[in-house]
């Protein structure tokens, strides 16, 4: 089983993010959800922009790292939308790094290093009408190109958001697809 650290939206650790990481963990693995946002959740992409740019958006990133626990063997680092910069990051350029899994967003390699890592598969989620997704996904085609440990999943529809069960975004039927691919990479970590 997996040991997952998986990082929240801009609207913060919602109820929903909160059972996403609960279906994980219903497979077995251990899921680590740090909360960026120190208990505070936002209506909206907007608000939760706000509140992370009068904290500062580093500062919030780094809160996620800062609070996870030595892990036994490894991190399969995953983030949701804003969440992905950190987790993209830590698969990036950490030697612990057993996998990642980027939902919602994607961002360019060379952000966080000259090619992503041979040894940490990834798979990357979004909606192929989603208006965020759509500005990641040229960076997401190029990063499952660059490497045969990537794989790239595209549903159909524009929700921004949509596995997290407590916002309108919600798509369940897209969301059982997703489960079922990320329960399937993590068997073969």
Known sequence: MAEIALFHHIQGLTDGVAAFAEELRSSGH?????????????????????????????TIRQRGPASLPTPDGGFVYAGISFGVATAQNLAQTSNDA????????CLPVSEFGSAWPASVPVQIHGREDDEFFQEDLPSARELADSTASAELFVYPGDGHLFLDSSLDAYDPKATAVLLERVRGFLADI
């Not at 899921?31 to 580093?58: L, N, R």
């Not at 057993?98 to 967003?105: E, M, V």
């Open 30 to 58: 251990t899921v680590h959800a740090p909360d960026m946002f120190e208990g505070h959740t936002f209506a909206s992409i907007e608000e939760g922009f706000a509140y992370a740019g009068e904290v500062g958006f580093d």
């Open 98 to 105: 057993r996998g990642a899994l980027l939902f919602d967003a």
